[in-house]
């Protein structure tokens, strides 16, 4: 492309347009930045305001709860002295004596020292009131309260629910503790009734300021009331959440429900009496009292806020025409005279006496000749840009890729390089007369079923296919493809490379097909495998029942022969017949082995949950009642539980406990355990069968669980062998595994796993 020499015009020969003005002016905007300014000072004080309110809750909360501590404190002590009172009382020779009448008048006595004390009396240990200070109860029935019944049960001061006397009628408490004689027998309890509007008055210079306080019990009743107007004694407190604090024995501070109306300040202290809570000083006071100073305080800043604001946006009004409103239009007269053309005349207006308006009129002047020195470079950059697309033209058709284009809407091809050409057997030419569906036919039709406008979305990063494409001469090849939509000489197209994946799909096909025929092998081979195992079974209960005629036959024969020789049988003739005897019953032995060990390889699983302790108890049971004799320390632990066949898992019980039980009979004190593996917890079970007899040598290990095995002579322990080789088809059966440690003539342990997931 030939240079040129970049030369301004400011030729904007642009008409002056109607505009239609804001409704928001300038000095309107000034006035409203200075009330926006405003917003944060607002902020900030509702913050402020905010935090003040809420440490003042905070400190308010706490002087709540110490004024309760303080009055709890109070009636806790006053409590204890009574108490203490009662204690020398219940020692006072009136007391501990027989004479009903001294004793009436001793309490009275003492009734008219305390103050706030109704009634003092002695209960005796049938619950008979023996005498008391109005001299009128003599005999009454008080078995019934609680505070004797808890002081007969502790021995100790208590404190009694609120009531009405019977005999002074009036609502009271009542402190109590036991009479005791010096050989400290219990010969009744000494009481005091109080007087419940006398103990509340005693610490009324404790109630909050606005709030009041209240004296309940452990059921949330009032007992006296400080402050406030409140229900009367004997009812609940009104004050839902602090009964509920009351009977949760929720203490200290409670927190206020902004949902109630109105809502308060709550704290609860308790009043130990005896070393029991059974009486509760509750605080409150109305959160607004609290925070309406702050609130009135909050009211004051605001509008002192709101006058200064007032007054500075009045001075901008007044203010803002001349210093800044009339520079701006002038400002925006010269822009419209730039929009005109008449730059020059523009540059020449009075300079503003702001210095930056006179800094943004400069430049708007250099703004303009910037514009003008971008609209040359953006030229120069097409140029450019043309000749890069013509270098992309000259490397995509020299690209070794098979690459062609097709418009997106007529599906037309527009350009192919010339491996394209040569992979498809036409010339260049050839190729940009045809369409899409000449090449590619089930691209064509997809994109005709939908307005085809398929290659105007289409931009795979990947390759898809494998797609099938048409050659010259007819044949099919397989390809997988890679298309991208492009702007093809300004108008949308695809981009589209090729890549033959025919021989590869061949060759993936032989390998299915091989895979295919080995398959089948397999299954050929397990359908033979399960034939030779149906046929070894068939073969096992032939030869067992084959094996089982002639055996009966020879056990017969041989009780006959002793039969018939009787006592006239020497010492070598009954030898033989015993051999004979015993060879039948090891052979019949081992025939109900064999057919065991093939019943568990073959029987279907019956699954459901299944106790093994209960199974390993009745195992033992059966031993112990073949063999009562023998004493064996036998430890089952409970709660072993899984899942699988009951059946089974009895089989491997018997075979596993019947090693223990037959290897033990040579142990003094033999034991047997059957416990959980420590630390083992989830769905698996994992459990051991342990006993200190004969044991085994570990180096033999890898020999247990075969069949015919044997680690021990059968002079010393009779055996088939195949118990074991059982027990590990079983516990496979079962998705699990075993496992033995041993040492000679210290025991064996056998470990098991027994998994959720059985195998069929």
Partial sequence: MTDTTFEP???????????????????????????????????????SNDDEQRLQLERARDELNARAAAMADQYKAHLNGVGQFLLAVSQAPPITGQDREACARYLGRLRALVPGMLNIGLIGTDGRLVCEATGKGYGVSLGDRDYFIQALGSGQVTLGAYQVGRITGRPSIVLARPARTDGNRVTGVVYA????????????????????????DAAGLVLGTIGEAAPSIGHPVADAPLRQAVLERRTGPIDASLDEEPARLRALQPVDVGGQSVLYVAATVPLQAVIAPLQRSLYTSLAGILAIVVTVAALVWAFGQRLIVRPVERLVAGIRQVEAGDFARALNQTPSPLRELGDLQRSLASLAITLEAQRFE?????????????????????????MFVYDSRTLRLLAANEAAAAYYGFSRDEMLQKVLADIWPGRSTAASQQGGAMAETADRRQPSGPVSHRLRNGA?????VLESSILFEGFPAALVMVTDVTERLAAQTREREGAERLEQRVAERTRELELSLRELEAFSYSVSHDLRNPLGAVGMFGQMLQAHLGDGADEQAQTYLA???????????????????????????????????????????????????????????EDLHCTGDAGLLRQMLVNLLGNAWKFTARTPHARICVGREPGTTGPVLAFFVQDNGAGFDMKFAGRLFLPFERLHGDHDFPGTGIGLATVQRIVARHGGRIWAEAVPEQGATFHVELGTRLPG
């Fill in 378 to 402: 953006r030229d120069q950059a097409l140029g450019a840009l043309i000749d890069r697309e013509a270098r992309y033209r000259e490397l995509f058709k020299a690209n070794p890729q098979v």
């Fill in 476 to 480: 099919i090849r397989q390809v997988e």
């Fill in 9 to 47: 015009t400011y030729s904007l020969d642009a008409d002056d347009l109607n505009r239609r003005r804001a409704w928001l002016s300038l000095r309107k905007l000034l006035v409203l930045m200075v009330l926006l300014a405003a917003v944060p000072l607002a902020v900030v004080e509702l913050i």
């Fill in 579 to 637: 051999r004979i005897e015993q060879g039948v019953r090891g052979m019949e032995r081992l025939i109900d082995d064999l057919l065991t060990l093939a019943k568990v390889a073959r029987a279907p699983l019956s699954v459901g949950p299944v106790d093994l302790s209960a199974l390993s108890r009745e195992v033992i049971d059966e031993f112990r009642q073949a063999d009562p004799h023998r004493a064996v320390d036998v430890r089952l632990e």
């Fill in 193 to 216: 009734a109080l007087d419940l509007a006398t103990l509340t008055g005693d610490v009324s210079g404790q109630a909050a300021p606005a709030g009041r306080m209240h004296l309940l």
